[in-house]
C-alpha cells in the first residue's frame, strides 16, 4: 500500500522576515493546489526576534525602544497570537489543505492532530509532554499591554509539569491552512519580559520552559529534527520527502 507523501523543509537559520514570508508562501501553495498537499517544516532563527500576530498592536505588545538596543527584531507572522521570542528554539511549520488528513480541518481539530505529533516527538526525546484540556486566560495586564503568548496556553498547546512548552498560532483561508509554533530549548524569561514590558517578569518562570530545562543534556538541533520529523510520519501514517522551501 502507498503511503501519503508530505514534503519536508528542514530549512537553516534565517532572519524573522523571511521566516515569516517562507511560511506564508506554504500556505498560498497549499491553497491554491488542487491536489491535498501537506508541507512540514522545520527552521531557526539568526537573532533574537518577537514575533506579533498578523493584526496586533506593535505599541501593545513591544517595548521598540528595548529591542532596538538589544538587536531584537520585530516582526509580524501571517497567523494570530500574541508576542513570541523566538530566539534559542525549533520552530515547525505545517501547511495543509488536506482537511481529511486533520480530522475534517476544524481550528480544534487540527491544533490536537498536530500537538499529538508533536508530543509524540518530546516523548521520543525523554520529555513527558501532555495536551492542555482547555484555555487558560489571564486579564490584560496593567498599562494595556498585551500578555506574551506564553503566559498561557490554549486547548491542546503542550505542557510539561503545567509549564508551556510549545506556542502555536494558526491562519485559515478557504482551501487551506498554516499553523507554526515556537519550540524553545532554552528561555531568556527577562529578556520576554523586558522587551514586552511585563512587570517583575509576570511568573514567566511558572508559565513557560524550554526542552533542555526538562532532559539532563542539551539536545541538539538535528536531534530534536530527527524525533519530530519521525514523530510526524508515524501519526500520519505518511512519509516525508525533502524538498527546499523554494
Known amino acids: 500500500m502507498t503511503r501519503t507523501a508530505w514534503d ?14 517562507v511560511d506564508a508562501q506554504l500556505l ?39 529591542c532596538a538596543g538589544r538587536g531584537i527584531d520585530v516582526v509580524h507572522r501571517p497567523t494570530g497570537g500574541r508576542a513570541v521570542l523566538h530566539d534559542d ?9 488536506d482537511a481529511a488528513a486533520f480530522d475534517g480541518g476544524s481550528i480544534y481539530g487540527t491544533y490536537r492532530r498536530i500537538s499529538e505529533a508533536l508530543a ?7 520529555v513527558d509532554a501532555v495536551l492542555a484540556p482547555e484555555t487558560r486566560s489571564r486579564g490584560r495586564p496593567r498599562g494595556g499591554m498585551d500578555h506574551p503568548c506564553f503566559v498561557s496556553p490554549s486547548r491542546y498547546e503542550l505542557l510539561v509539569g503545567g509549564r508551556k512548552i510549545v506556542g502555536s498560532a ?4 478557504r482551501r487551506g491552512f498554516l499553523q507554526h509554533g515556537s519550540m524553545p530549548i532554552t528561555c531568556d524569561r527577562e529578556l520576554l519580559a523586558r522587551a514586552t514590558r511585563m512587570r517583575g517578569g509576570g511568573g514567566l518562570d511558572r508559565e513557560m520552559a524550554g526542552v533542555a530545562e526538562c532532559l539532563p543534556e542539551r539536545p541538539s ?5 530527527d524525533a ?14 525533502r524538498r527546499a522551501s523554494a
Not at 9 to 20: R, V
Not at 120 to 126: A, E, F, K, P, S
Not at 228 to 241: D, Y
Open 120 to 126: 509524540d516527538g518530546y516523548r521520543r526525546l525523554g
Open 28 to 66: 498560498d501553495e497549499v491553497a491554491r493546489s488542487e491536489a491535498p498537499r501537506t508541507i512540514l517544516r522545520f527552521y531557526s532563527w539568526v537573532r533574537p526576534t518577537v514575533s506579533l500576530g498578523r493584526n496586533q498592536s506593535i505599541a501593545r505588545a513591544v517595548d521598540l525602544e528595548f
Open 170 to 173: 494558526q491562519r485559515r483561508l
Open 8 to 21: 519536508l523543509i528542514d530549512d537553516p537559520a534565517l532572519d524573522g522576515q523571511t521566516n515569516m514570508a
Open 89 to 97: 528554539e525549533l520552530t515547525y511549520a505545517v501547511a495543509s489543505n
Open 221 to 225: 538541533m538535528a536531534a530534536l529534527v
Open 228 to 241: 519530530f520529523t519521525r514523530a510526524f510520519a508515524e501519526r500520519f501514517g505518511v512519509c516525508l520527502e
